[in-house]
Nanobody
Framework: QVQLVESGGGLVQAGGSLRLSCAAS????????MGWYRQAPGKERELVAL???????KYADSVKGRFTISRDNARNTMYLQMNSLKPEDTAVYYC??????????????WGQGTQVTVSS
């Protein structure tokens, strides 16, 4: 069974840091683009950061300079280092990836989400 599993969320004070991880498992041949999205209560899901298979990155303006996305292809894992957290960063964070699965081709997968809460 192919799946993405996030970890690392929690409660932190404003100005603090958290590191999210997303591990892909299953019969994966290759991982293409990966990304982090978030959804706050009453709001639509939004892109936080993207990283291509070659390591190019893209960030939402609201997190530029504070968040860093990275990936370890050998471990099929993606990370999001979040520094200088603000209360408005509070949301459920979701991992997203395009996976090439053996005998199935490319498909988009989502993790179950991890809660990040930043207190003021």
């Amino acid at each position: 069974q192919v799946q993405l599993v996030e970890s690392g969320g929690g409660l932190v004070q404003a100005g603090g840091s958290l590191r999210l991880s997303c591990a892909a498992s299953g019969r994966i041949f290759r991982i293409n683009d990966m990304g982090w999205y978030r959804q706050a209560p009453g709001k639509e899901r939004e892109l936080v950061a993207l990283i291509t298979s070659g390591g190019r990155t893209k960030y939402a303006d609201s997190v530029k300079g504070r968040f860093t996305i990275s990936r370890d292809n050998a471990r099929n894992t993606m990370y999001l280092q979040m520094n200088s957290l603000k209360p408005e960063d509070t949301a459920v964070y979701y991992c997203n990836a395009e996976l090439n699965v053996y005998n199935s081709g490319n498909a988009e997968y989502w993790g179950q989400g991890t809660q990040v809460t930043v207190s003021s």
